[in-house]
Structures are given as C-alpha cells and as structure tokens.
C-alpha cells in the first residue's frame, strides 16, 4: 500500500549492492554535530576504494576528504573518527562554510563477516 | 560493518521494523540491537528508538569508550481516516515532510481519486486489513462519523501507532470515551488519543486544522508519542 520502504538511492541498499559485485566498500557516518551542520546525525555516505561514492555528511564540504580516508578503509585501514570545523587547522580547504563542526566516523564494510 | 550486519539492517527496513546499530567508535565490530530487545543497552536506546534519533554514547563500551548508535526507524506513514475537507489539505502538506499518506473512507463521493491528486486513496470501510497500521505510522480520524471513525481508532490502539487523533469536539469525544470504555478499552489506552485532534492554535479553517494536526504528529514523531 505504501512506497517502498527503501528508495533506490538509498546508501546502504547501494553498499549491499556493491559488495555483492565484489567492490571493496566503506561507511561513512555523522556522529557528532555542534552549531549548524548541514546533515543530521546519523547520516550516511558509502565510498567504494575506486572513490565512487553516494549519499551525504556536509552539503558537499568536506565529502572530498571523507572520500580520501574511506577508500583506504575500504581497502582494510582500521576504523576512524574525522573532524571538521571552523577551528580545524585545514579548514580553509575542507571546513564547514556554514561554522558549524562534525565527526564522521568510517568503517569497513567488511567482506569476510 | 560485517556484511551479515548490513543485509540485516537493509532487510530489517524493509520489513518496517526498527533496529539500532551500535559500534565502537574506537573501533572493533558492532552489533544489531532490535526494538524493544532484552539488551544491556535497551533503556537508552528505548529512548532513541521513541525519537528516531541517533546519538553517541558516552562510555557505554565494554573498555569504557564510546558507542555510537545508529538508529533506522521507517519512515512514518500517515492514514488519515475521512476524505474531507480538513484531508484534502492535510495530504499534501504531510507528503512534503514525507510521510507516506493513506486516505481511508468508504463513501466514494467523498473519496473520488479527483479531489485528491497523487494520494494513496481507498474507498474501503477501515478494517485492519485495509488500514495495515504498525508502531511507525500516524492515524487522523476526520470522518466526523463514529461508524467510519471508531474502528479506525480502536485498531490503531490495539497497532501501538504512534500517533492517534480525532476529529470532534470534547462533548463529541465525552461520547466516544463512553463508546470505548464499553468497549473494553482501558483509560491508559484511551488517553492516548489526541481530541480534540491538533495542536490548540484557534485554526478556523480547513488549511489551519491541517497545519495543528500535522503540527502535532511531528510533535510526537519526534518527541515521543503519548
């Protein structure tokens, strides 16, 4: 009766789908925000090691160096926690226009689990 | 994320259920908690679950480090109960902040496909079947007719939905209550019904009862519900 439950350009129906062509893959979450950060909590990004990428964690501010990160990950560099805002050092290149800061944290999507 | 985790997560959506995700931020795997487990975790993330959102926590880790809890919770669906006036308006605004709407009324004058432009339209009386209500959906009763109304609002009780309103007002709902309570429904269960439906702004027109209802069902979709 009602839509799909999960759209097609849902991340993580495009992460499944990934890995099942045999790409390598990372997730890409927010977990913290301060200030005006342009996606809530909890939203995601799916990178694949070739940089493919879908879905959003800023309005396209810091998504390049997410990207960089996440396609070492999703070739099997440990988990971590990145950090973008005005009072980051590189901010100039990667931060937040709108001042606000966030983390994001990057895991494997692993294939052998 | 192991790959097991994330066809769960994607089949737990589908299926219109809520999960959490909760990993180590740290590092190291994470694991499926579903709503309403027996789980360590279960008081906080009862809490998240109620809201829909997700959120660190601090110091939950088996070493002391911080969890994050991703929580995936459907998206809402709104059946509103009584093809008038009131819904015609309220449809299309609660499509714009995605909810997937349902217009329930069994009088096909009122529920011709026309007067409603790409909703979701069912000349059917409102059986459980018809209404197909779970915990993530909101249920408007605007009918003004207790043999169309009353059993969509009883159903949506006994679904746990997460909002329930009604049209009428407080000598119409004094009545209903009456109805209900012979009815076998308890006080807990009919206090959760929103009436006179909306958020007590002194709308005066159709357009303004549509902005307090659905001002009220964001209010419980993301604050909790009653």
């Not at chain 1, 301060?34 to 501010?61: N, T």
Request: aromatic content about 6%; some cysteine; glycine content about 10%.
């Amino acid at each position: 009766m009602a839509d799909p439950a999960i759209a097609a350009d849902d991340p993580l129906a495009i992460a499944a789908r990934w890995q099942s062509e045999g790409r390598k893959v990372a997730i890409a979450t927010v977990v913290d925000t301060w200030g005006s950060a342009p996606r809530a909590v909890g939203s995601h990004l799916v990178i694949d090691s070739d940089g493919a990428f879908e879905g959003s964690v800023s309005g396209g501010c810091v998504e390049g160096a997410v990207i960089a990160e996440a396609m070492e990950i999703a070739q099997g560099a440990p988990a971590k926690v990145l950090e973008f805002g005005v009072a980051d050092e590189t901010a100039w290149e990667v931060g937040l226009s709108c001042g606000g800061t966030i983390r994001v944290f990057v895991e494997q999507l692993d294939p052998t689990a | 994320m192991k790959a097991e985790d994330l066809r769960a997560i994607n089949a737990a959506r589908a299926a219109r259920e809520a999960v959490a995700y909760v990993v180590p931020l740290a590092g190291g795997p994470g694991r499926i908690v579903e709503r309403g487990a027996d789980d360590p975790l279960a008081e906080p993330l009862q809490a998240l679950f109620a809201t829909g959102k997700s959120r660190r926590l601090e110091g939950a880790a088996q070493d002391g480090g911080d969890l994050f809890a991703r929580i995936y919770r459907p998206s809402p669906r709104l059946v509103i109960v009584g093809a008038v006036h009131a819904a015609q308006v309220l449809a299309p605004m609660a499509a714009a902040c995605e909810f997937a709407v349902t217009i329930v009324d069994p009088r096909e004058a009122f529920a011709a496909a026309d007067r409603f432009a790409g909703v979701s339209i069912v000349a059917e009386w409102p059986d459980a079947d018809v209404l197909a209500l779970d915990a993530e959906t909101a249920v408007a009763t605007l009918s003004h007719d207790p043999k169309i109304d009353d059993p969509a609002l009883q159903i949506a009780l006994n679904a746990g939905c997460f909002y329930v309103g009604a049209l009428g007002s407080r000598k119409t709902h004094a009545k209903r209550v009456e109805r209900f309570v012979a009815a076998g429904f308890g006080e807990e269960a009919i206090g959760r019904i929103h009436a006179p439906i909306g958020l007590n702004i002194g709308s005066a027109t159709p357009a303004e009862i549509a902005v307090s209802i659905l001002a009220e069902i964001i209010e419980a979709l993301r604050k909790g519900g009653r």
